[in-house]
T-cell receptor, first 110, second 115 residues
Framework: QKEVEQDPGPLSVPEGAIVSLNCTYS??????FMWYRQYSRKGPELLMYTYSSGNKEDGRFTAQVDKSSKYISLFIRDSQPSDSATYLC??????????FGSGTRLLVRP | AAGVIQSPRHLIKEKRETATLKCYPIPRHDTVYWYQQGPGQDPQFLISFYEKMQSDKGSIPDRFSAQQFSDYHSELNMSSLELGDSALYFC???FGSGGAVVEQFFGPGTRLTVL
């Protein structure tokens, strides 16, 4: 079983919809929780990260971490076609190496 | 703003050949990470360097070696290439230690194809 589980999708939504992306994990030592966006044939781009449980908002993006349930989420409000990409959750323990989920492909239809 | 530079962007090799991938971190970044992303797979951590010393090691085959040089650029050397080594190889860089290294900035990757 992988340390980080993520539904690969694809997830197809109409423009303007609220998107919910989720990951679960098994390692309670994870301290940092990240969301990366990866366009085709490009490197992952860090969207935002949180430390420990709670919420963090950045523009149209909100990240949530529930350490008691080992569950993290990324919400995208007012989704745009330019948001179409693969979204990777990633986690980090005290060694600072990233453990990625398998990524969810998101398609926002105009 | 300057980003992580990787070269070459594409590389085609035959089985049993060797390959060298290069990574130039963002200026002032002192930590480099290498990740391997197979087709349809998530990136897997290979190895990292902080201040020219190996700081952590992941699922890197013994056929691979890497180092970080005095100017902080890093090279990943891959020998006896196998078909299964075909993947996208990403380099990421960060600055400092402790919480600062949370923000890892990724390069565009080198796509290696082994025939």
């Amino acid at each position: 079983q992988k340390e980080v589980e993520q539904d690969p999708g694809p997830l197809s939504v109409p423009e303007g919809a609220i998107v919910s992306l989720n990951c679960t994990y098994s390692n309670s030592a994870f301290q940092y929780f990240m969301w990366y966006r990866q366009y085709s044939r490009k490197g992952p781009e860090l969207l935002m990260y949180t430390y420990s449980s709670g919420n963090k908002e950045d523009g149209r993006f909100t990240a949530q971490v529930d350490k008691s349930s080992k569950y993290i989420s990324l919400f995208i409000r007012d989704s745009q076609p330019s948001d179409s990409a693969t979204y990777l959750c990633a986690m980090m323990d005290s060694s600072y190496k990233l453990i990625f989920g398998s990524g969810t492909r998101l398609l926002v239809r105009p | 703003a300057a980003g992580v530079i990787q070269s070459p962007r594409h590389l085609i090799k035959e089985k049993r050949e060797t390959a060298t991938l290069k990574c130039y971190p963002i200026p002032r970044h002192d930590t480099v990470y290498w990740y391997q992303q197979g087709p349809g797979q998530d990136p897997q951590f290979l190895i990292s360097f902080y201040e020219k010393m190996q700081s952590d090691k992941g699922s890197i085959p013994d056929r691979f070696s890497a180092q970080q040089f005095s100017d902080y650029h890093s090279e990943l050397n891959m020998s006896s290439l196998e078909l299964g080594d075909s993947a996208l190889y990403f380099c990421a860089s960060s600055f400092g230690s402790g919480g600062a290294v949370v923000e890892q900035f990724f390069g565009p990757g080198t796509r290696l194809t082994v025939l």
